[in-house]
Antibody, heavy 123, light 113 residues
Framework: QVQLVQSGAEMKKPGASVKVSCTAS????????IHWVRQAPGQGLEWMAI????????SYAQNFQGRVTMTRDTSTGTVYMDVSSLTSDDTAVYYC????????????????WGQGTTVSVSS | QSGLTQPPSVSGAPGQKVTISCTGS?????????VHWYQQTPGTAPKLLIY???NRPSGVPDRFSGSNSGTSASLAITGLQTEDEADYYC?????????????FGGGTKLTVL
């Protein structure tokens, strides 16, 4: 079945970096955009970035520009998100999510989500 | 920080109808950008509920429906059931090229009394 499986929980100190992975299966990896969305404890959803797995082209929310890097490995069907200069405000559950239609057809919401990766930042 | 505005909470009795509003601007919903809705229960990932304003993915009951008007969108849930108790988020796209291209509402907690 179509699924996204994320890497495990991380605990980091302020100033450190974290790299979270998201491995796709059950569909053609290069055909669908992948997003990263995070959710701080008790808060709402915050969009971070998107990648076209076919071309590697990315777009970032202004809040994360320069601090977040999204990459992909087409040989393993995996997308990565690297967040640097972590602060306590980055403590959140990080989700990867797939666009619901192939890239050539536009954007119609995110229909497949990973299980979430908890990133905790504390000294 | 959210680009779209939702009421923090709504409530209704089983069998009743509730509506959740989502207010945007001329650069997102008002610009004709699609609106999608998600349902999230505690400890789980969001689930796509409505896409493209008023389309339901396979398996979503027709008790859920969406609509748009001007710079706002709404999610209606009829025949409320206890399992509908969850957080609901609207999502659209901001064409202003500032901030975030994908924007979410702050979320609305639905309580079934």
């Amino acid at each position: 079945q179509v699924q996204l499986v994320q890497s495990g929980a991380e605990m980091k100190k302020p100033g450190a970096s974290v790299k979270v992975s998201c491995t796709a299966s059950g569909y053609t990896f290069t055909r669908y955009y992948i997003h990263w969305v995070r959710q701080a404890p008790g808060q709402g959803l915050e969009w971070m970035a998107i990648i076209n797995p076919s071309t590697g082209s990315t777009s970032y929310a202004q809040n994360f520009q320069g601090r977040v890097t999204m990459t992909r490995d087409t040989s393993t069907g995996t997308v990565y998100m690297d967040v640097s200069s972590l602060t306590s405000d980055d403590t959140a559950v990080y989700y990867c999510a797939r666009d619901s239609v192939p890239a050539a057809q536009g954007h119609f919401g995110m229909d497949v989500w990973g299980q979430g990766t908890t990133v905790s930042v504390s000294s | 920080q959210s680009g779209l505005t939702q009421p923090p909470s709504v409530s209704g009795a089983p069998g009743q109808k509730v509506t959740i509003s989502c207010t945007g601007s001329s650069s997102d919903i008002g610009a004709g950008s699609d609106v999608h809705w998600y349902q999230q229960t505690p400890g789980t990932a969001p689930k796509l509920l409505i896409y493209g304003t008023n389309n339901r993915p396979s398996g979503v009951p027709d008790r859920f429906s969406g609509s748009n008007s001007g710079t706002s969108a709404s999610l209606a849930i009829t025949g409320l059931q206890t399992e509908d108790e969850a957080d609901y988020y609207c999502q659209s796209y901001d064409s202003s090229l500032s901030g975030s291209w994908v924007v979410f509402g702050g979320g609305t907690k639905l309580t079934v009394l």
